[in-house]
């Protein structure tokens, strides 16, 4: 068999358009994002009723973000002639798909996944709405209505995975009759989960600790400056320990070759905070540089990305229509 007659996996993932998408999502997720255009058939999600499960007082937020959201992936590489972007609020067979499958779920199953109870305990009980308990469902239906397999996500989200999988399974076993008609989505888990951000914590925008990829170059090196370092290293000559730092973290993504020399500088007490900081500044400035040159671009050009977004959301609904219906012929519906 040649390689031209294998055929690629399938692949399907999301983001909510919340804005301030940051060096975290490059690293993490863009980056892989943008090899799947090439390894595999690729769809990607604009998840904007997911938005509204915690951001529904505000749309116009949700709205704003959203072309932002994409030109960012753009820019980060992901390629719109090889994969699929769509909208998920275009593409109305999900949401048919989750009033069908919404039938057939038990509350409790959604009751149990962990991200509910604790988004609650987190953002309180405003946000425990219909749509947010069954928040795991609908992307569900966002994977299922492409017949996803793989789903490159981070750990947070491998509980609503699971829940997905439990779904199809019941769903196939009621109303199969022997056939898959859905298919088990599985996670593939983003390499570089953990961007640690300048306080040291998991890099994200709700921290306010994150190195935003449309910040400019003078912001991130102010930001780099205020990073979190060892904290046992007081002065310049003190021995510092990398494993512990935030910056020498981030090196990693940005110029691994110079990681070995930056330790033992660092262990020996040669390299001092302050000028492994301004190093490293000019290093992530150039290492964003081309993303952030082809962001300008895009963000000039909101005819080019809306017409990116329109076509993969055409081509979505015409898989998302036929697994629609034979969801709804094996229902009996049709
Ligand atoms: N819940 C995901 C997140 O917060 C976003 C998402 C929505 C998603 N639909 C999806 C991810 C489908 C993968 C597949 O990160």
């Known amino acids: 068999m040649t390689s031209a007659t294998l055929t690629k996996p399938r692949v399907m993932s999301g983001m909510r358009p919340t804005g301030g998408l940051h060096l975290g999502h490059l690293v993490g997720v863009l980056t892989q994002w943008a090899n799947f255009c090439d390894t595999a058939e690729a769809y990607f999600e604009i998840a904007d009723l997911h938005a509204y499960t915690t951001g529904f007082e505000d749309p116009q937020a949700i709205r704003d973000a959203r072309n932002e959201m994409v030109a960012v992936w753009l820019a980060a590489g992901v390629d719109p002639r090889k ?120 890099m994200s925008k709700s921290y306010d600790n994150a190195i935003l990829i449309a910040d400019s170059e003078e912001v991130t090196t102010k930001k780099v400056r205020a990073y979190f370092t060892d904290p046992q290293k007081l002065r310049r000559n003190d021995p510092g320990r990398p494993e512990v730092c935030p910056i020498f973290a981030l090196w990693k993504f940005v110029n691994p070759l110079k990681l070995d020399g930056i330790a033992a500088e660092c262990r020996s007490g040669a390299l001092g905070c302050v000028a492994d900081k301004s190093d490293f500044a000019e290093q992530l400035n150039a290492y964003l540089r081309p993303v952030r040159e082809k962001l300008a671009i895009y963000r000039d050009d909101p005819v080019q990305v809306e017409r990116i977004i329109a076509e993969g959301t055409a081509r979505t609904r015409a898989i998302a229509s036929a697994v629609l219906a034979d969801v709804k012929r094996a229902m009996r519906l049709l």
């Open 83 to 202: 994969a699929t972007i769509f909208l998920q609020s275009a593409v109305p067979e999900i949401a048919e798909l989750h009033t069908l499958l919404s039938m057939i779920v038990p509350v409790s199953w959604l009751e149990r996944v962990p991200t509910y109870k604790g988004q609650i305990d987190a953002l309180g009980s405003e946000i425990a709405t219909y749509g947010f308990l069954g928040y795991p469902l609908l992307q569900l239906c966002d994977i299922a209505i492409v017949r996803g397999e793989r789903v490159p996500v981070g750990r947070d989200q491998v509980a609503h995975l699971e829940l997905g999988r439990e779904v199809v399974r019941r769903f196939n076993h009621l109303y199969g009759d022997g056939a898959e008609v859905l298919v088990e989505p599985h996670p593939t888990l983003t390499e570089f989960a953990e961007v640690p951000g300048s306080d040291g914590r998991k």
